[in-house]
């Protein structure tokens, strides 16, 4: 049996307005007020405006948002998944989005928010949540 494209449609729209309900009910579902940076520095307060919803205020990949998208976030904590990737790997999907390697559209592109040396230092940032991180292996991915 065939629907009419018009039927397909409203079975997306309302897919995505009952995801955007969800995702918002977790965003404002806090029972704590959200904390101010522990370092104080601006390149944690630009993780935790930009990457701590979705990846978690430690880099866990257990952010409130991290619960309503059906793809695991990664664990920034992790020494070996952090090895298994580059600087260029993190910047490029921070920069263009993951949706533009073929990844999930969860991970928005911030290239037109943040400029290429704010990106630069979430990378470092990113890279300090994993103790030694910079010794790997030689299969690390150069691009998402």
């Avoid at 969800?22 to 601006?42: K, N």
């Avoid at 990737?85 to 911030?110: C, H, Y």
Wanted: hydrophobic share 40%; charged share 20%.
């Amino acid at each position: 049996m065939r629907f009419p494209v018009r039927t397909y449609a409203v079975v997306a729209c309302i897919g995505v307005a009952a995801g955007l309900a969800l995702l918002g009910r977790e965003f404002l579902r806090r029972d704590e007020p959200p904390r101010l940076p522990a370092t104080g520095s601006p390149t944690r307060a630009l993780y935790d405006a930009h990457c701590a919803v979705c990846h978690g205020a430690t880099g866990r990949g257990d952010g409130p948002g991290a619960t309503v998208l059906r793809h695991a976030m990664p664990d920034f904590t992790n020494p070996e998944a952090m090895r298994a990737v580059t600087d260029r790997f993190l910047f490029e999907i921070i920069k263009k989005g993951s949706s533009q390697f073929g990844r999930s559209n969860a991970m928005p592109s911030w290239g037109m928010r943040l400029s290429d040396a704010q990106i630069q230092d979430l990378v470092v940032y990113i890279r300090s949540l994993a103790p030694r991180t910079s010794a790997g292996s030689t299969d690390r991915k150069e691009t998402p």
